[in-house]
Every structure is written in C-alpha cells, then in structure tokens.
C-alpha cells in the first residue's frame, strides 16, 4: 500500500507497521482519488482480507470519509474532512 509524503517524513516505523484497516483503506482511496473500487479489488491491492476492508469501509462511510455506490466505494471529495481526519 502507499502512503503520501507527509505521513512517510511524519510517522515512526512502529506507526507505520501497525497501520490499521480503516487506515490502509483510506490511503489506498486517498491516493487513487479519481477511481471507485469494489471491495475485493481494494483487499488485493493492501493485501488485507475481504472480510477487514468491507468492515473497514463501513467505519469510514460512518464518518463521510468515503462515498458508495451500487458495490463500489471512493474516497470522499470533501477536502477539508480528510484533514480533519486524524489518519490522513
């Protein structure tokens, strides 16, 4: 999985190995923001199970971070909810 810039300079080797599901779901959305994706597309690309990422994503459409339609799932346009997030 990717991550941005800032938080590969800003996060300790600890932090970053214990990444949590919602985390490296929204990261991988955030960095491929012009796309949707079904959950089982999104489980190969962090290499987490299907199960981890559809729960993952239901957390993060509780909070407005990602949007959902018919069996696809993107990240959120609201910019300014995306920083507020404490994540990314």
């Known amino acids: 999985m990717s991550i941005d810039r800032d938080t590969f300079e800003n996060t300790s080797e600890d932090e970053l190995e214990d990444l949590s599901a919602p985390d490296q779901v929204l990261g991988f959305l955030a960095a491929h923001d012009d796309r949707a994706f ?21 957390r993060l459409k509780d909070r407005d971070l990602v949007e959902h339609k018919a069996t696809y799932w993107a990240v959120t346009d609201d910019i300014e909810r995306l920083d ?3 994540g990314y």
């Open 38 to 58: 079904k959950t089982q597309e999104i489980a190969s690309q962090i290499d987490i199970g299907e199960g981890a990422v559809s729960t993952a994503l239901s």
């Open 84 to 86: 507020g997030n404490s």
